[in-house]
T-cell receptor, first 112, second 116 residues
Framework: GESVGLHLPTLSVQEGDNSIINCAYS??????FIWYKQESGKGPQFIID?????DKRQGQRVTVLLNKTVKHLSLQIAATQPGDSAVYFC???????????FGKGTTLSVSS | GAVVSQHPSRVICKSGTSVKIECRSL??????MFWYRQFPKQSLMLMAT?????????EQGVEKDKFLINHASLTLSTLTVTSAHPEDSSFYIC????????????FGQGTRLTVV
């Protein structure tokens, strides 16, 4: 079946470094993508989203890039902080009112 | 953003008993809510879509008689794990999307179910 995949299961960085988390999706019909952060024992927390008519979107310290040609999504975190340590999931959907489909997740570990 | 509240956050039950988990949208109406299940070190897997006033839609492989979903109002969906067994131990998370716009989903805090 179609799903949102993951390139790296874990990523370890030093505080202050920039982090890049990748995600591959297989459904070319997906038109809305979201990155979520999940801390242990909690529900996912929205980070940033992007629609298929865009290829880049910036937030505070975070940037999402979308490459529709190769069906690839990435999350860039600038000046990574220990508080950024968590599991990061990409999710995709095709239309309003439908469920999000999640990728496998990347564990980001930030050391001081 | 919109708030989704889930209760309880943790529950321990004996094998064979049933457990009810509540999911409420606190500041918006949700005609549709979604229930996910998450095992340790794994992603969120969609279990079912809860529809207000009608039957839930279950994903392939999810037993509808075991995971009973009720969505009786625009702000409340419940998931009942019936005759729970240790293999049902997991993290259950609900979510809802606001209105008819293709925007983010809001998630509850999750419920850690442990069946002993």
């Amino acid at each position: 079946g179609e799903s949102v995949g993951l390139h790296l299961p874990t990523l370890s960085v030093q505080e202050g470094d920039n982090s890049i988390i990748n995600c591959a999706y297989s459904n070319s019909a997906s038109d809305y993508f979201i990155w979520y952060k999940q801390e242990s024992g909690k529900g996912p927390q929205f980070i940033i989203d992007i629609r298929s008519n865009m290829d880049k979107r910036q937030g505070q310290r975070v940037t999402v890039l979308l490459n529709k040609t190769v069906k690839h999504l990435s999350l860039q975190i600038a000046a990574t902080q220990p508080g950024d340590s968590a599991v990061y999931f990409c999710a995709e959907t095709r239309q309003a009112g439908t469920a999000l489909i999640f990728g496998k997740g990347t564990t980001l570990s930030v050391s001081s | 953003g919109a708030v989704v509240s889930q209760h309880p956050s943790r529950v321990i039950c004996k094998s064979g008993t049933s457990v009810k988990i509540e999911c409420r949208s606190l500041d918006f109406q949700a005609t549709t809510m979604f229930w996910y299940r998450q095992f340790p070190k794994q992603s969120l897997m969609l279990m079912a879509t809860s529809n207000e006033g009608s039957k839930a839609t279950y994903e392939q492989g999810v037993e509808k008689d075991k995971f009973l979903i009720n969505h009786a109002s625009l702000t409340l969906s419940t998931l009942t794990v019936t005759s729970a067994h240790p293999e049902d131990s997991s993290f259950y998370i609900c979510s809802a999307r606001v209105g008819d716009m293709n925007t983010e989903a809001f998630f509850g805090q999750g419920t850690r179910l442990t069946v002993v």
